[in-house]
Structures are given as C-alpha cells and as structure tokens.
C-alpha cells in the first residue's frame, strides 16, 4: 500500500507521507507478529522432526537444524527475513524504504516454498506456490490493509480501492492458475483423486471461486456505488470483512492441504530424478539443441511479459503519433525469443548436467539478449508511453524513475563500473566453488539467471547510452576490452583447466549419464570466448562515435512525425 497505492502530497517527495507512515506502521506490527510466529514453527517444526517437547530442545541442535537441514534452513531464514522487515518497518522514514521492505518482504516469503509436496517436475512445483504466495498474500493482505486504513485515507478511500482492486484481479487470476497447475502437478494418478489431499483442493477450489464471485460484486457494485458516493467506505468495509473471514478459511485449508501428501504413488524412479527433481533428459545432440524443452514456471510468464508489454507500449506510441523504428522492435523480439530459448530450451535443460551448456546459457542471457533489449531502447518507449500517477503516489512508471535516480545506479550505468561488475560478477560465477550450489539449487539458478540479465543489460546500457563525449569514448573502448580480455582468458582457462568448474557438482550427475563431463568442459571454454565475439561485436558497433553515423542512425533514430 504505502509503495505503490497510497497517494503523496506532502512537499518532500521522498519522505512518507502521513497515510503511508500509518500504513508502514501497521505493516511493521504485523510483520512482528510474523517473526514471532515464524520462530514458533521453526521450533514447532524441530521437535516434530527430532521427536522431542519444544521444551526439550537444545542451542546445539537447533544451530543444527538451522543450518543442516533444508526445513530448518528455510523456515529459519523467512523467519529472520520477517524480523528484518519489521526492524526496518519501525525504523522507515522515506518512500525509498517502504519499496525495498516490500521486496524483502515478499522475498520472505519464498523459503516457505520448502514446504512444498515433491512432483513429477519438483522445481516447477515449488517456484508455482513461489508465484501462489506472491500472488494470495498481495491479494488478501491488501484487502486487509485497505480495510485497517480506511479511516485515515478518507476522501482518498476510493481511489486507493479503486487501484486495489485492479492489482487484487491480476493477484486473483495468479492465484488461480498457479493453484491449478500446482495441483496438476501433484495429482498425478486417478487414485490420487479419491485422497483427502483431492478433498482439501476441492474445498480450497469452492472457496476460492466464492471469493471470485465476491470480489466481482465487490468491483461491479460496492466500488462504483463508493466512487459516485452512493456508498460508505463503511459498506465496502463491511463486505471486506466476509471476505477475509473465507480467506482466513482458505488459509487453514491450504495450511492442512500442505501437510497432507497428495501421492498415491511416487512418479520420481531413477536416482537421477530424485537427484535432479525431474527426468533426466536425452543425451544432447544437434537435434536436441532445438528439441528440448521445459517450461519454466518463473521465466516463461517474464519472456511472454517483456513481449506482451513492448508491442502494446509501441502501438500505443504509434497512436500518440510517435515513430518507432521497426529495427527496435525486432530486437526486442529476438532478444526475447533467445531469453525464452535459454531460460526453458536446451540451455536450461541441460545446464545442470553439463558445463558447456551452461556457459552457452550464461553467454546468452549475459550479453546477447541485454544487447538486443538495450538495442530495443525500453527506458525511452516507457518513458513515452507509461502514464504518471496524478495523485502523487508510486506506480511503475515513478518507481522506474526513482531506481534510475538513484546514486548507485548513476555509478553503475557507465561503462567501466559496469564492465567491472560483469567481469566480476561472471568470474566469481566460473572460478570459484561458487557454482555448484547455484546450478544445483532452484533459488541459485533463479538469482543467477536475474542477476546475469541485470548485470549484462547494465553493460549494454551503459556502452549504448549517450553522451558521446571523448571521455566516454575512450571508458567505452577500455570497458569493451575489458570485456573481451575476460572472455578470451577465461574460456582459455576453462579449456586448460584440469579440475572441473562447479566442484563435484557436474562429477556426480556425469556419472548418471556415462558421459565423460571432462571432455565437455574444453568445450565451454570455446564457447565462452567464441559465443561472447558477436554481441560483442553489436555492441562494439551499436557504440557512438566508435564506428560512425550510419550505426547510430539506426540506434538512435525515433523522431516525432
Ligand atoms: C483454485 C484455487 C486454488 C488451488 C487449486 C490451490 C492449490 C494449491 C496447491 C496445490 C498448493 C500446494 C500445496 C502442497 O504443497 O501440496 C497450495 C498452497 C497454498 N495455497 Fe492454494 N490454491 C487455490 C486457492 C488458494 C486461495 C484462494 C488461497 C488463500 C486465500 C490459497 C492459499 C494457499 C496457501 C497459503 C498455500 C501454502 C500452504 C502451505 O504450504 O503451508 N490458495 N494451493
């Protein structure tokens, strides 16, 4: 609420306003009492595990279990997480602040994912309820917070209800489709239809759909009786409070529907499956390059976004009379053609199982989509299509500008920090133990697959953006060198190194597949030196001043009819 829906008019821009400060005070209780109770399932959860009285539990073993044990771990980490959040809840004082405890916020509530039933594609299975936390508590804590500060927005009430609602319809439809495909996933036999787990979802279906309905009235009567004040905040209120009492319901029933196990029987058979929670695909050939495919549940949905929002942002620029050169739009295509390819394709299917393709991986999601997106000019459409918020408060628009503003990014976007990062960022990622637990954990190759895009985008941003100044020429060429000096001595590295990159990561899985891991690891060294040439190339001629007017006319070209 306080970072994205409350409106702002006090004269400090960056200072919370006074509903937002109420908000952030609210938020900082609640998130207290989630500490709390985050700590109280973490003991709960040991005893359960060990046997033993909550009473009976001593520091060394739950340092133990805090740190061995995967459930120890990761309810231990979103408890520590919560406090984190309430402790800087407390202590906010600007708009800046409620953003980044949103984000942490809702990072939080990642872990708990650990609590999710296996399937017959575990990985999709966890980042789907990743996706259906994300999606019922903004949906439902948002609900709740609109309705604790109804009092203090006054006049603003139903405006703020107004932008919830539509948040709460996108959050409602994420709810149901990666409910479903939850449940799809775990019922993987008729037998397991007849179980107390199929019970519990279809309970948890007729809940949900009665809230649909509730909300429809919700939006259709209630808000636009509220907007044309023929009705009270009070009646809105009102109805809200059923609302939260089913789902407060439906959260019991989802608590009990995760502690029951779905399985009839388990669909997982070999040890590599269980190894990698999936089948183990085909061994690679040309065919497979094109071939294999698995849906990533996180990625996929981001590459349709990038697309959908880029060609309705440039129709959208079309009709207010902008020219938008067609190359752009072809890079943005591309680059998120390649972006899908290497998050779900081969690339992702097989960077676990063999180093060579995920070098391929990180050389396209490093540097070869960046290029195409930064080619594809998305700050510049955004800035001309994204409409400002008229109250004051933070949509995306204003919060893109308020990243973009801020002193680290100003530092980051140039190009010799930039292309330290990168260098920096890839280096530690290739040439230290660092590897093996981001290619084998699912939160490692999500965060590696974010951070490789931010970082190689900041870079192509940084070499592509004006000013042409001399200065910048010559940061441009020392940050392009910089660059390609590391892709050249690291894939000779890779190709002269004797152990393997990802300590006994790739060593264990190559044994389940009888090929020699070894003799793949030549091979990405030449694909992280050779792949790396031509984005390297476009950006080396997509630079200004570096190879003359012709490039920079189709870089740089929109002009107004
Ligand atoms: C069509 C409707 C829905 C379906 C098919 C669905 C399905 C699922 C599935 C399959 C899980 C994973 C359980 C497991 O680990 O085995 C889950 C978890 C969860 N769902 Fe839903 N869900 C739906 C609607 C809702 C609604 C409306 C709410 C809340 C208002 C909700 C709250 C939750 C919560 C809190 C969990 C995590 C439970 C835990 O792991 O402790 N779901 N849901």
Redesign the pocket.
Known sequence: MASLMLPHRAPDRTALDPAAAKAVLFAAAAASVWAVSGAIVVTFAYSNVAGSSPSSINGGDMVQFLTRFDLGRSLGLSAFLALIVATGCWMATRTLHAGILTLLSLLALLP??V???GASNHEA?VN??GL??IG?TI??GGLAALVVLRKTLGEDFPSVAQRYSRIAGVSYLL??V???A??L??LNSASSLEGT?AIL?IA??A???L?GAAGWYQRRRILTRLASRAASGRAFALFAGYEIL??AF??G???A????S?FADSAIQTAAESFLGAALPPEPDALQWLAQWRVDVVWAPVAALLLGWYLRAVRKARRQGLVWPIPRTAAWVLGCALFLWATNGAPAVYARLLPSMFVTGQVILGLAVPVLFALARPASLARHTLVPRPDGSLGIREWLICTARLTVTGKLVHPLPAALLYVGFHGVLYFTSLLGPVVSSNAGRITSTGATLIIGYLLSHALLSYPPSPDAVKAKLAALLTVLAFHITGGIALTARESLIGGDWYLLVGDLWNIPVTTDQPIAGLILWGAALPPLLALAIGCRNLVGTSARNLVHGATTR
């Not at 529907?257 to 029951?260: A, F, H, I, N």
């Open positions: 708990l994912t609590t999710a039933h299975a789907l309820l259906h936390l019922v949906w439902t709810v149901l990666t409910g479903i939850g449940a996933l775990r787990y979802l948890k279906t809940a949900a759909l809230l089913i789902m439906t959260f029933l989802s608590v529907l995760g502690r029951t779905p």
